[in-house]
Nanobody, 116 residues
Framework: QVQLLESGGGLVQAGGSLRLSCAYS????????MDWYRQAPGKQRELVAR???????NYAEFVKGRFTISRDVTKKTMYLEMNSLTPEDTAVYYC??????????WGQGTQVTVSS
């Protein structure tokens, strides 16, 4: 089992920044993909950014140039640095991890609200 715990969400004005963290624990040795998803009210959950071991991170078009995903394996934490936030970025942001073999895990989510 893998446990994921997000933090760092909150209320910010348009144009502002937030950094989300996802602390992971448990059976983490075989985790090779970690990503951030988000879900706005009335919308489907969508991929925001993905980091795969040994590969360049990739991003959804709507966050390219504004968000940065990173992972600190010594701290067992993944981050999402979010800049130039707009009200359209308002959503619950979820941390997600995939282990080799396909088992995947979700965090409980953290709310990000961007006011205009």
């Amino acid at each position: 089992q893998v446990q994921l715990l997000e933090s760092g969400g909150g209320l910010v004005q348009a144009g502002g920044s937030l950094r989300l963290s996802c602390a992971y624990s448990g059976n983490i040795l075989l985790i090779n993909v970690m990503d951030w998803y988000r879900q706005a009210p009335g919308k489907q959950r969508e991929l925001v950014a993905r980091i795969t071991s040994g590969r360049t991170p990739n991003y959804a078009e709507f966050v390219k140039g504004r968000f940065t995903i990173s992972r600190d394996v010594t701290k067992k934490t993944m981050y999402l640095e979010m800049n130039s936030l707009t009200p359209e970025d308002t959503a619950v942001y979820y941390c997600h991890a995939v282990r080799l073999g396909g088992a995947d895990y979700w965090g409980q989510g953290t709310q990000v609200t961007v006011s205009s």
